[in-house]
């Protein structure tokens, strides 16, 4: 008998496959009770950082970029255009107000000097009537005594047509009011009273006896016709006119003195005549 036979043996007995097989299945099923209980259980696990790459971006970049500055640019270019053209249109509405308030203080102006060129000449009218009249008193003054059945003579035209028109206004107008610029119905001074009786007809006279002078065609006195404007004075510088109705006889606003008479043309003999009709 060996010296090692009595000694117990310090080797743990084998397991049989069998039971290796079951306590694997029991641990396995401990470790899965574990688990689930686990993942029911509020998360204990610390926090998980992760790094992520972000894709490149700088391919198309700088052709957006280009893109933006040029938008920016031609925006830029369109404001200072249309604030150039507000510019432009603002200063050419001030030209524009000024001129129109030269315009009308032109037209102002020459309105005023054209009333006050008339004046004038309707004053020279009425001086160069007032120095006739004092030369026709002067000059008949002497003679009225012997004369006065021939200077209340009255004719009947044998006028026609506007002519006749012409000479029956003047005609009815004996005997009216003689006043220095009256143009009717009751007075009249010389010119007013022509310009009436050739507007009956259609005929529309200068108002002056200066004007009235010129306003038709120049006839001699030995070639007279009824409706004929006499005048008294240069042609065009007039100082009086009249109507020649015919008969060697006229109707005129002579003065205050007479008012409108009808005379033969020796009562005073006038310096001319023009024919309007």
Same mark, same amino acid.
């Given at each position: 008998?060996?010296?090692?036979a ?11 496959? !069998? ?13 899965s ?9 509020p ?12 894709p ?6 700088s ?19 249309? /604030?150039?053209? +507000? ?11 000024? /001129? ?11 309105k ?6 008339? /004046? ?26 012997? !004369? ?5 003579? !009255? ?12 000479? /029956? ?17 009751? !007075?009249w +001074? ?13 005929? +529309? ?42 008969g ?7 003065n ?11 009562? +005073? ?8 009709l």
């Open positions: 008998m060996s010296h090692t009595h000694i117990p043996s310090h080797r743990k007995p084998r397991r049989n496959a !069998s039971t290796t097989a079951l306590r694997a299945g029991v641990a396995g099923g401990v470790l009770t574990i688990a689930v209980a686990g993942a029911a259980g998360a204990q696990a610390e926090p998980v950082t992760q790094t992520i790459e972000m490149t971006i700088t391919a198309g970049l052709t957006t970029v280009a893109a933006s500055a040029e938008a920016t640019q031609q925006i830029a270019l369109d404001l200072e255009t249309q /604030a150039q053209e +507000d510019a432009a249109a603002s200063s050419a509405a001030k030209d524009a107000k000024k /001129a129109k308030a030269e315009a009308v203080r032109k037209a102002e102006a020459k005023k000097a054209e009333a006050a060129a008339k /004046a004038k000449a309707e004053a020279a009218e009425r001086a160069s009537r007032a120095a006739a009249r004092t030369t026709l008193q002067k000059s008949t003054g002497s003679s009225s005594s012997g !004369s006065t059945s021939a200077a209340t003579t !009255s004719y009947s035209s044998n006028a026609t047509g506007s002519a006749a028109s012409v000479v /029956a206004f003047a005609q009815a107008q004996v005997g009216d009011a003689y006043v220095s610029g009256g143009t009717g119905p009751n !007075s +001074d010389c010119s007013g009273l022509v310009q009436a009786a050739f507007r009956t007809v259609g005929v +529309d006279l200068p108002r002056v006896s200066q004007s009235q002078s010129t306003a038709g065609t120049q006839v001699s006195l030995s070639n007279l016709q009824p409706g004929d404007i006499l005048y008294w004075g240069g042609a065009g510088s007039a100082y009086h006119v009249g109507i020649y109705v015919g060697g006889q006229f109707v005129g606003a002579q205050s003195s007479t008012g409108v008479v009808q005379r033969p043309l020796d009562y +005073d003999m006038p310096t001319g005549a023009v024919r309007v």
